[in-house]
């Protein structure tokens, strides 16, 4: 069976500090990926997807950046981070880019003081 | 730019009983894919159902409807028999079916639901 990994699960950083999450699949091949962010009261907002190694389309520009150096393997990272970084970033991914659920990861839970 | 609205910020429900969450969107699409997940404390996000826009007949999963209503872009979940470990945020989704629409999930901003013993 398929499954999603995401760390850390929790990550208090100071403004300024860089920043590396990481999420991985298991159980499968050549998934399409995803990172969302979730700020406090608000739905999801998707931030990079990808369809393949090195492949990666932003969907809203800002101070982060999505890498995918494997083909389960996906990172979302930050040169410097912002107060308004701080929220719950989840990773998921999904067989097809249409119509197919997408499997979401645990989440990290990212405060930025 | 397609958007999802959801109306309700929180509702309530007795154990047993019945609830409707309700959501809308706004779309120039003809063909798409609605989807209703839920996240409960834990904050993994869960698949509820879904509804592809070109089928006539609602989804139904046990104990969960939709009643989508494309001519009113209206997609609204109802709970039956409803459960303690329905209690979560329930969020509604529109994704498109052509092109950069692909896999691009638009959520509301979900709809708190506490469920009474």
């Known amino acids: 069976s398929q499954t999603i990994h995401q760390w850390p699960a929790t990550l208090v950083q100071p403004v300024g500090s860089p920043l590396s999450l990481e999420c991985t699949v298991e159980g499968t091949s050549n998934p399409n990926l995803y990172w969302y962010r979730q700020a406090a009261g608000r739905g999801l907002q998707l931030l990079f997807y990808s369809v393949g190694i090195g492949q990666i389309s932003s969907e809203v520009p800002q101070n982060l950046s999505a890498s995918r150096p494997q083909d389960r393997q996906f990172i979302l990272s930050s040169k410097k981070l912002l107060l308004s970084d701080s929220g719950f970033y989840l990773c998921a991914w999904s067989v097809t880019r249409a119509s197919y659920e997408q499997y979401f990861g645990p989440g990290t839970r990212l405060t930025v003081t | 730019a397609q958007t999802v609205t959801q109306s309700q910020p929180e509702m309530s429900v007795q154990e047993a009983e019945t609830v409707t969450l309700s959501c809308t969107y706004d779309?120039?699409?003809?063909?798409?894919?609605l989807f209703w997940y839920k996240q409960p404390p834990s904050r993994q996000m869960i698949l509820v159902i879904r509804?592809?826009?070109?089928?006539?007949q609602n989804a139904t999963e046990n104990r969960f409807s939709v009643n989508f209503q494309k001519a009113a872009k209206s997609f609204s979940l109802k709970i039956s028999d409803s459960q303690l470990g329905d209690a979560a945020m329930y969020f509604c989704a529109y994704e498109g079916y052509y092109g950069g629409s692909q896999g691009n999930l638009i959520f509301g901003k979900g709809t708190k639901l506490s469920v009474k013993p």
């Open positions: 779309t120039s699409e003809s063909d798409y894919y």
């Open positions: 509804q592809e826009a070109y089928k006539q």
